[in-house]
């Protein structure tokens, strides 16, 4: 396995989103102290509501990081939507995270009640609390009075609040599937638009151009990633004019050079995600889900980012919402979260080692046990 190249030493995970619990949002009606690896793998079929989890934690960016709660609560339906079955059976939300870091645990508890004018939410029964590994005893909460349309969490001036909200805002999702005409990433993009790459890869020519010029190496690293792929693959040409690049590239044999509209959504897709996963490490979020990151992958390709993604989450945390055993077979048990749905619920358990040990014995693999549903039959 090829590695990225660096000229330090890599940093290790600094802080991570140990565990949660949420009550009444969407489908999630009871998730209890639900653990959370740092790499997570969500592994369900269609409509078991394994990507309502991303979107909480989408959310809880949009409410830190800009406190713009009612711009996602609007884009996403309106605030009776959010509630598990509607605010007539689910009149609150409530939900409680816990951050790990290497010193010790940062909760942070809150709830939203509907507002029925504009069909919007309130914040409120905020608290925080920071709770020191080396005592026997959880710390006492630390209440924030009031309540409002965004978040009182940011305007405080604890360390804790500032740990929690620092690495919360960084919750970023990418999601790659909109490869239509009319898609970001077939458009012309202005060079400056390079320090990060966009959550749906619209960018992707600006950021490859600035990888090229200033990581020339972690440039090339993903050049040789995409070859293992697509053998006919040569390089990328990235021509800037007037301030704008198109994303091109040019094949082995000849000199034909081919844009997004004559490149697979499959491959379009596989750009994104290698250069996505070999930036420098100011260039990612610290927290980052993918939405069914497989989607129009071949197999191989799915390896490959598999591997990528495992060696990047040893310097961030990884969230992974999927459908594919190709994808699920790739990682270990521990990694794996099972969502399922019953009636209108989604339900989340983790696997624990000492219940399906015996059928990995039995030299089943992860993606066996769960397509033949035997998973539930262990229960």
């Known amino acids: 396995m090829e ?42 079929a269609n409509g078991a509501g394994k990507s309502t989890l991303i979107r909480f ?16 609560v609007l884009r996403h339906g309106g605030g009776d939507d959010q509630f598990f079955m509607g605010t007539r059976q689910t009149p609150t939300i409530q939900a409680e995270i816990r951050l790990e870091t290497q010193a010790g645990f940062n909760d942070y508890r809150f709830s939203l009640e509907h507002l029925s004018a504009n069909d919007t939410v309130m914040v409120s029964a905020e608290a925080y609390r920071y709770s020191d590994k080396l005592k026997a005893t959880e710390a006492r909460w ?18 804790t609040a500032k740990t929690i909200c620092h690495l919360l805002r960084q919750c970023t999702t990418y999601q790659f599937h909109d490869t239509s005409d009319k898609a970001s990433i ?35 690293l993903v050049v040789r990633q995409i070859q293992r792929v697509l053998p006919t693959f040569k390089d990328f040409v990235l021509e ?44 990612l979020p610290d927290v980052m889900f993918f939405d069914e990151p497989e989607l129009g992958l071949h197999p191989h390709a799915i390896t490959l980012v598999a591997e990528t993604l495992k060696r990047l989450a040893k310097t961030r945390q990884i ?34 080692r000492e219940k399906y040990q015996a059928w990995l014995d039995d030299e089943y693999q992860l993606s066996d ?3 033949k549903q035997a998973i539930g039959g262990l229960e």
Not at 251 to 280: A, E
């Open 319 to 352: 969230f992974i919402a999927t459908q594919s055993p190709y994808m699920v077979d790739c990682f270990d048990l521990e990694n794996i979260i099972v969502a399922s749905a019953s009636q209108s619920e989604t339900v989340l358990r983790n696997l624990p």
């Open 186 to 220: 077939r458009m012309r993009w202005d060079v400056t638009d390079s320090v990060r790459l966009r959550s749906d890869g619209g960018n992707l020519a600006a950021v490859l151009l600035a990888l090229r010029e200033n990581h020339f190496k972690r440039y090339q």
């Open 3 to 44: 590695t990225t190249p660096t000229s330090t030493a890599v940093p290790r995970l600094q802080g991570r989103i140990a565990r949660v619990s949420i009550h009444g949002f969407r489908g999630l009606r009871q998730i209890e102290s639900l653990e959370l690896p740092p790499l997570t793998v969500l592994i369900g």
């Open 240 to 283: 800037p004019n007037y301030g704008k690049v198109d994303l091109r590239w040019i094949g082995q044999k000849g000199d034909k050079v081919f844009g997004p509209h004559l490149t697979s959504d499959g491959s379009l897709r596989l750009f994104c995600l290698l250069t996505l996963l070999n930036l420098p490490p100011d260039q």
């Open 57 to 72: 934690f989408e959310m809880l960016s949009w409410m830190l990081k800009a406190q713009r709660l009612q711009e996602f």
């Open 369 to 371: 046990i769960w397509l």
């Open 142 to 159: 630390q209440e924030i009075s009031g309540s409002g349309k965004e978040a009182a969490l940011p305007a405080k001036k604890s360390a």
